[in-house]
């Protein structure tokens, strides 16, 4: 490129000294941030929030470097050669000089790349804000179908049932003293005068609710039956015409001393039961009593008659599975009771000693001819 002061250039030096130049430049802007899309910090569990993700922010950052560089005649012309230092800033100036039309046109194009990621930027962080509504307005919707499918009134005696309910019971159910002596064994439960109040879901024509009045206990009671709550009214008992889920999330939180529904669980759908067993939960105080009984799906004869004979049951609870339920709901100290025993004479004849024969015929009562009913009690 031509002699100034008799002296040579190293054109080789020069560039070897402007590579190191940019590595020293490498070296003090530091690797890139601007996370690749397939890094593992953007997998779908990462939240959008602030305006976007770990790679909005990180590009917010390499925007600002990439201003900087946009302009590489913003790079210092100098030199440390010692004798040489003025040819090769002589050097420098004529590179300048001549490749100042190449640099405009670089510097343009720089900055429109900028321009362009800066507006790419934006897009993304508008694209993420209107996901960010779109996913709380989903939440929002799914919360709204859920409370509704948790208020499904399809329950045991609503006047939709589609023939007499009420007839449908004093026939299967057995008598009302029968039924009295099973329900009593659940006192144990509300020994305390001051067990109360307790709320029965579904509490029919009171028998339950009557066993409690007797132990000095406040309570009260819901069904859906007209002619139940009727009956029950002209006893003296505190019974209301209504919903039951309704009812049960009217209460005031840690209101009640117990919460009890007998032959009512198996006709809920499972949401509408889950809904009902976190419901009580909130609103049973510390130590109060949530207690639910249905029938035995662990016996197979309920298979071909408490269950199967009744049309309106929902939903099949093995003892084990609704115990399992109420547990995770957060009742604690939970136990299982049975009762119902089959008619004298179904059972196997269980022949005499403890032999082979003998076992097998009691492993076969237990398994077959087990109690027809079963509760679940557990402790707010």
């Known amino acids: 490129m031509g002699q100034r002061g008799q002296q040579t250039l190293d054109v080789e030096a020069l560039v070897a000294e402007l590579r190191a130049e940019a590595e020293t430049l490498r070296a003090e802007l530091g690797p890139s941030d601007v996370a690749p899309l397939d890094d593992p910090r953007l997998q779908p569990e990462d939240e959008i929030a602030d305006g976007g993700s770990l790679l909005l922010r990180d590009l ?9 560089l946009a302009d590489p005649r913003s790079a210092r012309v100098e030199s440390h050669r010692g004798t040489v230092a003025a040819p090769i800033l002589a050097a420098k100036r004529l590179l300048i000089r001549v490749l100042t039309p190449i640099w405009e046109q670089q510097t343009t194009l720089g900055r429109g790349i900028v321009d362009q990621l800066a507006e790419i930027g934006a897009a993304v962080r508008a694209t993420a804000s209107r996901l960010e509504h779109r996913l709380t307005a989903l939440d929002r ?33 057995g008598s009302g003293d029968e039924i009295r002596e099973r329900q009593r064994a659940y006192l144990r439960f509300f020994a305390d005068p001051t067990a109360g109040p307790v709320l029965e879901l579904g509490c029919g024509e009171g028998t339950f609710l009557d066993l409690l009045r007797e132990r000095g206990i406040e309570a009260r009671g819901v069904d859906r039956s007209e002619g139940a709550v009727t009956r029950a009214r002209a006893a003296g008992l505190d019974v209301s015409h209504g919903d039951l889920v309704s009812t049960l999330e ?6 009640l001393g117990g919460v009890v529904s007998i032959q009512v669980v198996e006709h809920l759908s499972l949401p509408v039961l889950l809904h009902v067993l976190r419901v009580a939960k909130q609103k049973i105080r510390p130590g109060g009593v949530f207690l639910a009984e249905t029938v035995n799906l662990a016996s197979l004869i309920v298979h071909a008659r408490g269950w199967t004979i009744d049309p309106t049951h929902r939903q099949a609870l093995h003892p084990l599975t609704l115990e399992f339920l109420v547990q995770e709901a957060g009742f604690s100290d939970c136990e299982r009771l049975y009762a119902g025993e089959v008619e004298p004479g179904t059972r196997l004849e269980i022949p005499a000693g403890n032999g082979p024969e003998a076992r097998n015929a009691a492993r076969l009562n237990d398994i077959v001819f087990g109690p027809q009913d079963y509760a679940v009690v557990g402790r707010a």
Do not use: K, M, T, W
């Not at 917010?60 to 900087?68: H, K, P």
């Not at 499918?149 to 026939?171: H, I, K, M, N």
């Open 141 to 173: 919707r799914l919360l709204a179908i859920e409370d509704a499918v948790a208020r499904d009134r399809d329950l045991a005696g609503s006047p939709d049932a589609g023939f007499d309910y009420e007839e449908f019971e004093a026939r299967f159910r």
């Open 250 to 255: 009217a209460c005031a939180d840690d209101s």
């Open 60 to 68: 917010e950052q390499n925007l600002e470097r990439l201003r900087g």
